[in-house]
């Protein structure tokens, strides 16, 4: 006897929980990177290093991601996410708080990296993996909220950090942001973070326990043959070398266009609040409407931030402006990436396939800023920064635009 189809609001009363777990994960996902641009300058200060040996830390997050994101999806999708996330939380945190040690010595800095790029390389996987198997109607929504926990971290970060630095020092910054983000993370994750028993998203009503290997979409192989695939792998880069050279660079840009520290890290914290709304908007959309579209525009509308920094440099209402779009339209684009890779590659090796889609994107996370940052040594200027992202935002759109229409992998199984 089947049981009743279960509705957006039956999976939301289930699974919140895990919801608010995975997007605490997420949050410390991005909390390395979100505390960066406060402390460029007070390290460049201290120490003497110049701001691309500075960035060359965040870029060994992608360099791990690339080298290993692949790998670690694939164990994930065969040991599960709660064993391997905890252990995950209590590293990164660990290595964050190591960053309050580092002397002088390169090597340190790119040692306590290296571990955080491991750690930071798998984590959004195990948060998002989860939520993908917990919801099917409510898919866009959740997988919207739990991918907001970055924009938590870039909300509270920027001032915090801010403080902790101008009250204390730096290095005292690195270590109770990681103290803070581990008591609440790590709790929530023991408590909260388990797939959902007997369910999974090709037969939550019959509420029986499904092998990976039974579930509707791509083998690995299939996927990485697959157009769609690379089309996916492809926009993630292009639109995050520019857009995350540009965000986590984004107080020593604004402090390049004249606003003071302080001015500049307020206008850099409405990043965070204006990344959540978009995300959350989008999410409710793509549960609704075609994810690609959505993606293309938000991706578009990217030009707002460079195009704003631009023409009206030192204005504090368009700086204001800019970041807000940028915001908006960069958070919607996370969820429709995790969306779109979900309903065109489907659920077989979802940890696997999102993990290598990550790791591409890595390539445009680190080399983006570390690339920004080498042009601001050789000129002084980040105008070239922002005039190279208006082009890559543009083919990034297109890229989406070209994507097809979801594929039914259940119907193609049974026809087979």
């Not at 290095?171 to 028993?197: D, E, K, N, Q, S």
């Not at 525009?297 to 368009?318: K, Y």
Request: proline share 5%; with cysteine.
């Amino acid at each position: 006897m089947n049981a009743t189809p279960p509705t957006a609001a039956a999976e939301w009363r289930r699974h919140w929980p895990l919801v608010a777990a995975s997007t605490s994960g997420m949050s410390l996902a991005a909390l390395s990177t979100s505390a960066f641009g406060v402390m460029v300058v007070p390290i460049e200060q201290d120490i003497g290093w110049t701001r691309a040996q500075i960035s060359s830390g965040p870029m060994l997050i992608s360099v791990m991601t690339v080298c290993f994101g692949t790998l670690l999806g694939f164990v994930v999708d065969k040991v599960g996410p709660r064993l391997i996330a905890l252990g995950n939380v209590t590293l990164l945190c660990g290595a964050t708080a190591l960053l309050s040690q580092i002397e002088s010595e390169i090597w340190q800095w790119w040692a306590t990296w290296i571990v955080i790029g491991l750690c930071s390389a798998i984590l959004p996987t195990l948060c998002v993996m989860p939520t993908t198997r917990a919801f099917n109607l409510g898919r866009g929504l959740a997988m919207a909220i739990v991918l907001s926990g970055s924009g938590i971290s870039s909300f509270i970060v920027p001032n915090l950090g801010n403080w902790l630095v101008e009250e204390y020092s730096w290095r005292h910054a690195y270590l109770y942001l990681a103290a803070i983000w581990y008591a609440v993370v790590f709790t929530l994750m023991l408590l909260f973070l388990r797939l959902p028993r007997g369910e999974t998203t090709a037969a939550v009503a019959e509420q029986k326990q499904v092998p990976a290997e039974e579930l509707p979409g791509l083998t690995a192989r299939e996927a990485f043959t697959s157009a769609v695939f690379y089309k996916l792998a492809f926009a993630a880069v292009i639109a995050n070398f520019v857009g995350i050279a540009i965000i986590l660079n984004l107080i020593p840009i604004l402090r390049w266009t004249e606003l003071s520290p302080a001015t500049a890290a307020q206008v850099a914290s409405l990043i965070g609040i204006f990344t959540i709304a978009g995300r959350l908007i989008s999410g409710g959309l793509i549960d609704r409407f075609d994810a690609r579209i959505i993606a293309a525009a938000a991706t578009l509308l990217m030009f707002a931030m460079p195009g704003m920094l631009l023409l009206f440099p030192g204005n504090v209402a368009t700086s204001i402006a800019g970041v807000a779009i940028a915001g908006m339209m960069g958070g919607a684009q996370t969820p429709c990436l995790a969306y779109l890779a979900s309903r065109h590659l489907g659920q077989r090796a979802y940890a696997t396939l999102y993990a290598t889609i990550m790791a591409a994107m890595s390539l445009g996370v680190g080399l983006g800023p570390l690339m920004a940052n080498f042009v601001y040594d050789q000129t002084q200027s980040y105008n070239l920064v922002l005039w190279a992202a208006l082009p890559m935002f543009a083919i990034g759109a297109l890229l989406f635009m070209s994507l097809g229409p979801y594929p039914d992998f259940e119907k193609k199984e049974k026809d087979s």
